[in-house]
């Protein structure tokens, strides 16, 4: 089945931009995938969809300053003008087609300087 | 507004069951399969299984098959996992969420679970 692989933790200046990658294992590069962000003490919050086109698709109310973009296996999130209330873990999410299982990456803590 | 609210957490000792609870609002529960995913203390999400749009399947975890149960009931708008044999290591918050797309769009607050004696 899939993997996804991200990075423990990540770090930008307040009113920056981050890009935060999920990369997908070996054979399963043309996967979409989920973006999560989940917020000290909260539940996750559903973001967007990137697909392996690089198109994505926000959920209602995400605001403008998040972006989603593809590249081979990888998956982006990109968040601009960096806000206080974008420290937070953010989870990428994909299913195996096979098996029909979720799976989750391991999250990006991402602190704003 | 899309509504899903867990309950059913709390403290048990080990080696018990417990059957939590995700009641749903706001959309047409039985049109969306739904999922459970939980969150030990300090770490990451782990998916724990789905069940379909009309109850008739479900896929499990390797790690919670045979122990947990999934279920739904579309007449009330709610979906179950009952947790049998419960250790230490299924202290967690747990969360149920709805499926749509092939993305988990929408999350409950989660209910916690502690396994303690």
């Known amino acids: 089945q899939p993997v996804l692989t991200q990075s423990s933790s990540a770090s930008a200046s307040l009113g920056s931009s981050v890009k935060l990658t999920c990369t997908l294992s070996?054979?399963?590069?043309?996967?979409?995938i989920a973006w999560h962000r989940q917020q000290p003490g909260k539940a996750p919050r559903h973001l967007m969809k990137v697909e392996s086109s690089g198109s994505y698709n926000k959920q209602s109310g995400v605001p403008d300053r998040f972006s989603g973009s593809s590249s081979g296996a990888a998956r982006y999130l990109t968040i601009s003008n960096l806000q206080s209330e974008d420290e937070a873990d953010y989870y990428c999410e994909t299913w195996d087609r096979k098996s029909l299982h979720v799976v989750f990456g391991g999250g990006t803590k991402l602190t704003v300087l | 507004q899309v509504q899903l609210v867990e309950s059913g957490g709390g403290v048990v000792q080990p080696g018990t069951s417990l059957r939590l609870s995700c009641s749903a609002s706001?959309?047409?529960?039985?049109?969306?399969?739904v999922h459970w995913v939980r969150q030990a203390p300090g770490k990451g999400l782990e998916w724990l299984g789905l069940?379909?749009?009309?109850?008739?399947?479900?896929h499990y975890a390797i790690s919670v098959r045979g122990r947990f149960t999934i279920s739904r009931d579309n007449s009330k708008n709610t979906l179950y996992l009952r947790m049998d044999s419960l250790t230490y290591e299924d202290t967690a918050v747990y969360y149920c969420a709805r499926y749509w797309d092939y993305v988990n769009d929408y999350w409950g607050q989660g209910t916690l679970v502690i396994v303690s004696s």
């Open positions: 706001g959309f047409t529960f039985g049109y969306y399969a």
């Open positions: 069940a379909s749009h009309d109850g008739t399947i479900q």
């Open positions: 070996s054979g399963h590069s043309d996967y979409s």
